[in-house]
């Protein structure tokens, strides 16, 4: 039977309630004290005889309550530990500071095929030969990751020490306890990855446009989301590309699998491949020990989205080639091949048809991606949706720099409305952004606009115009173009410039607390790092 005691936190009130059990001659299998409760296992208690050591125990000064309970707190603990190792999808091991193996749980037992009593008390060098017990005692117990196999399979291997013994000497270091072990499978690796960059959840419904052109492009890419093959997705930038294939992803089988995203014309093509097809141990000097997965792998049973796939080189084309015929590559520098499930979505502004004709791109390959395809409509054929982005990139932008939502004119609509939006969506959002951080009223009109939009391509149906007097012999009518006065214009142009300057510099200096960074900044207003980072120090701004 196991019981709890209530009592005062006096000294010796637990010498007490011990010779009370040895006087009645009790056998005390597990016993633990805390603060105000004393708890005790002694088998031989029947309930009958419960009443009677119950009252006994009373009996002691300080003892205000008995009763009888289920399990003792360091069983209830276990118990809770058990079932969380359980629950945990990857493999766990616990070993001693010797290196045995003191605890495993289920996913271990079934990726090494050996029940826990036949891996208990076993060197850790019978399931994993790398790293070894010197490894471990070396490092005590927290090596950086690295990549090991264990059952035959490719894990990433996160080790933690667990407390320490202090040996009572005046050496700074202590000897750990053991260490944990937890083996992380790539695909379980890219869910994380991906719970962790994609929070927004989006759906096709969440998608702003409400055009005859949207409303096509987003039914059909509804049906071609739910069908297992790859999918390119054209259009031009800022068009919503990856918009589409996250919700692709999301109203697939694979919802709650990875998605993960490459741009290829990002980097070089040496770093393309690593973080496409990941590399094996040595595969160059400063490879991580052990091999790094590549998106490929962390992406497995998921969705891996590849931008700009136009931008692709020869040699990587070829290798993505062999992924999309039969499933397998192998790392940089690797020699086993490495099979995955892995659904691709592509997307370009270029002309992949094209391309494939004249030889820049795979024939085959485009063949390979453009099993199903959606082209996204530019922002110039849905002018009807432009009213609804514009109002949510104005909220938004108010939120972001902590001011009332402005009021968007009639004059203001109009202009975004007869706008060529060479950008598309990106670029009517940064214009937006722009206008609203600079934005000192409450009211966004067509003015604001036009300062914001300087430097982006011209309106549409629009031709500049002045009006200048019939003097000197002129004959030139109202609003006919004129030749321009170039002594006028450099002056205009010179107030103009120092004009942009002061927006530009207000700007930077009113963004620059919420993006405290040059990489920041510059990603929030679509330009290059180098240029912002340029520019802040050319006014003064920031460190």
């Known amino acids: 039977m196991r019981f709890e005691i209530q009592g005062e936190n006096r000294l010796g009130i637990t010498r007490d309630v011990v010779n009370v059990l040895t006087d009645q001659g009790l056998d005390i299998r597990a016993f633990e004290v805390t603060t105000h409760y004393i708890y005790a296992d002694i088998p031989a208690i029947r309930p009958e005889r419960f009443p009677l050591l119950s009252h006994a125990l009373k009996q002691i000064p300080g003892i205000s309550g008995i009763r009888e309970i289920d399990r003792l707190p360091t069983e209830r603990r276990r118990a809770q530990l058990h079932a969380t190792l359980a629950a945990f999808g990857n493999p766990v091991i616990a070993v001693d500071a ?20 036949d891996l208990r ?57 053991g260490g944990v072990m937890v083996f992380h499978r790539a695909a379980r690796l890219g869910r994380v990855i991906t719970a962790l960059q994609d929070r927004s ?3 096709f419904d969440d998608i702003i446009g409400e055009s005859r052109a949207m409303t096509r492009v987003k039914s059909q890419a509804k049906r071609l989301a739910a069908i297992d093959a790859p999918l390119l997705i054209l259009g031009e930038t800022g068009t919503g590309k990856e918009l589409f294939a996250r919700a692709s992803h999301r109203a697939s089988s694979c919802i709650d699998q990875p998605f993960l995203a490459l741009n290829c014309a990002a980097m070089p093509e040496g770093l393309a491949e690593s973080e496409l097809f990941g590399y094996a141990a040595g595969a160059f000097t400063s490879a991580r020990r052990g091999g790094k997965p590549g998106l490929l792998e962390l992406a497995d049973g998921g969705t891996l989205f590849l931008d700009e796939i136009g931008e692709l080189t020869p040699y990587l084309q070829a290798k993505l080639l062999r992924v999309l015929q039969d499933g397998r590559f192998r790392r940089v520098g690797g020699t086993d091949e490495i099979a995955v499930d892995v659904r691709i979505i592509s997307a370009t502004n270029r002309d992949l048809e094209a391309m494939s004709h004249d030889g820049t791109f795979r024939e085959d390959l485009y063949f390979r991606l453009n099993v199903l395809g959606i082209t996204l409509p530019p922002l110039r054929d849905r002018i009807e949706d432009i009213n609804d982005l514009a109002q949510f990139f104005i909220d938004r932008t108010a939120q972001q720099t902590e001011r009332a939502t402005p009021y968007l004119a009639n004059d203001a609509l109009a202009w975004l409305t007869r706008h060529d939006w060479p950008g598309n969506v990106r670029e009517l959002e940064n214009t937006l952004f722009r206008a609203v951080a600079l934005l000192d009223g409450d009211v966004l009109s067509a003015r ?45 142009a010179q107030d103009f410039a120092t004009g942009m300057t002061m927006i530009e510099r207000e700007m930077l200096a009113r963004l620059y607390p919420d993006y405290p960074s040059s990489r920041k900044l510059a990603e929030r207003l679509g330009v290059s790092h180098t240029s912002i980072a340029n520019k802040l120090r050319k006014y003064g701004i920031g460190s």
């Open 201 to 203: 959840h989006t759906g």
């Open 448 to 492: 604001d606009l036009t300062d914001a939009a300087i430097g982006t391509a011209p309106r549409t149906n629009e031709t500049p115009t002045s009006y200048t007097p019939d003097t000197a012999g002129s004959n030139m009518r109202p609003g006919a173009p004129q030749q321009p006065d170039i002594i006028t214009n450099a002056l205009a």
């Open 98 to 117: 010797n290196g045995q193996i003191a605890q495993a749980n289920p996913a271990a037992q079934t990726i090494t095929g050996t029940s826990e009593k």
């Open 121 to 177: 008390d076993r060197d850790i060098s019978f399931i994993l030969s790398d790293p070894s017990i010197e490894d471990l005692r070396q490092s005590h117990f927290h090596l950086p990751e690295r990549e090991v196999i264990l059952g035959g399979q490719t894990y990433l291997l996160q080790v933690e020490p667990i407390g320490h013994v202090d040996d009572g000497s005046d050496a700074d270091d202590t000897t750990p306890w």
